[in-house]
């Protein structure tokens, strides 16, 4: 079994035009691509279990291959303890797990044949409790515009 290694990718840039650069535990594979253990808090575009591949010295990455993961997001101007007792399990139930918990945000990982209606259905009703907190996906739209759908699940659920 090979060990876990740790990478940065470029995650966006600050308001003061400083990078923003994440740390992942990622797998190390045969051809020099990376799958990701967790989902990413700010990187865009991938999830858990994704293959990714870039240059040695560069934060920038390149998707080699979706794992059919979900990344979502959950942003809390209180504390998260309440809201992830509210989610987890629920998310837990449809195959989900948390990947990241902090004071301020949660990070889930849910394969897309759960069904958004399914994930968005326990999300919305924990936001109708928690009015101090949102969601998101993190994989779901083109980071360039935060709203065209990247549809790459389309190749997952469609039938053979």
Request: proline letters at 4%; aromatic letters at 8%.
């Amino acid at each position: 079994m090979q060990a876990l290694q740790v990478i940065e990718l470029f995650a966006g840039t600050r308001p003061d035009g400083q990078a923003v650069v994440e740390q992942l535990r990622v797998k190390e594979n045969a051809d020099n691509t990376f799958t990701l253990v967790t989902s990413p808090a700010f990187v865009q575009g991938i999830a858990r279990g994704d293959t990714i591949s870039k240059e040695e010295k560069s934060k920038e990455f390149n998707l080699v291959q979706r794992g059919g993961n979900l990344c979502i997001r959950v942003y809390s101007r209180d504390n998260t303890e309440a809201l992830c007792e509210a989610i987890t399990p629920a998310l837990e139930k449809l195959g989900g797990d948390l990947d990241v918990e902090t004071d301020r945000l949660l990070v889930y990982s849910i394969h897309v044949s759960c069904g958004f209606t399914a994930i968005e259905d326990v999300l919305n009703k924990a936001m109708a409790k928690f009015t101090q907190a949102a969601w998101v996906y993190g994989n779901v739209y083109d980071p360039a515009d935060g709203t065209t759908p990247l549809n790459w699940w389309q190749a997952i659920l469609a039938p053979e």
